[in-house]
Nanobody, 126 residues
Framework: QVQLVESGGGLVQTGGSLRLSCAAS????????MGWFRQAPGKEREFVAA????????DYAHSVKGRFVISRDNAKNTVYLQMNSLKPEDTAVYYC???????????????????WGQGTQVTVSS
């Protein structure tokens, strides 16, 4: 069982930045694909970003590409989401997720993940 705890959410103005962190309980963190998803009020949860086990490959939703950066520190069992140039439409609860997948694999859908955090609220004011 992997426990994931997100932090770093909050209220920010349009154009501002936030960095989300997700700390994992497992010492074998490096064997999990990691991803970020978000869910806005009244909408389904959607993919935001993902990173392979080694951190060598990343992928992003079109809506955040060029503004968000996902990274991981396997020594600290932590994955990050640096969010820049934030827009009101980025307002959502952000979830990190972990998936037991092989090396070089990246997961872009919820089906690729086995464990989820409780979420952290990000609110972007206009």
């Amino acid at each position: 069982q992997v426990q994931l705890v997100e932090s770093g959410g909050g209220l920010v103005q349009t154009g501002g930045s936030l960095r989300l962190s997700c700390a994992a309980s497992q010492r074998i963190f490096s064997t999990y694909v990691m991803g970020w998803f978000r869910q806005a009020p009244g909408k389904e949860r959607e993919f935001v970003a993902a990173v392979t086990r080694s951190g060598g490959i990343t992928d992003y939703a079109h809506s955040v590409k060029g503004r968000f950066v996902i990274s991981r520190d396997n020594a600290k069992n932590t994955v990050y989401l640096q969010m820049n140039s934030l827009k009101p439409e980025d307002t959502a609860v952000y979830y990190c997720a972990a998936g037991a997948r092989g090396p070089g694999v990246i997961a872009l859908t919820e089906a690729g993940y086995d464990y989820w955090g409780q979420g952290t609220q990000v609110t972007v004011s206009s």
